[in-house]
């Protein structure tokens, strides 16, 4: 146990080291699959709809990361947007679930 507790700030940093490497990687894998030309749904609703529907879509996070012109940086805000909300939903989830058994 002593081990752990003289490691422990050593070990944090390089944890944080190997998880953002491995969103970098991630995000570096799946921005070779976006394109530009849409396809899918995507390509229903502009065929359905036209071009224009594009322009009057809303967001609400539009007013937030309007800053974000780079695809791999806009891949790693939308990698860690998405594991912090998975893991605040466990989170909350595991955390109601002990309050409802106690």
């Known amino acids: 146990m002593s081990?752990?507790?003289?490691?422990?700030?050593?070990?944090?940093?390089?944890l944080i080291i190997v998880?953002?490497?491995?969103?970098?990687?991630a995000v570096g894998f799946t921005i070779g699959f976006l394109s530009e030309n849409p396809d899918g749904l995507e390509r229903v609703l502009i065929d359905y709809y036209g071009e224009e529907w594009l322009e009057n879509l809303f967001s609400p996070w539009i007013p937030f990361l309007s800053w974000i012109t780079n695809d791999y940086v806009a891949g790693i805000v939308g990698v860690v947007l998405s594991i912090t909300v998975l893991m605040g939903t466990f989170y909350l989830i595991t955390r109601f679930k002990k309050k409802k058994l106690e």
């Open 19 to 25: 998880v953002a490497l491995m969103t970098v990687i």
């Open 3 to 14: 081990i752990i507790k003289r490691n422990k700030w050593p070990l944090i940093t390089i």
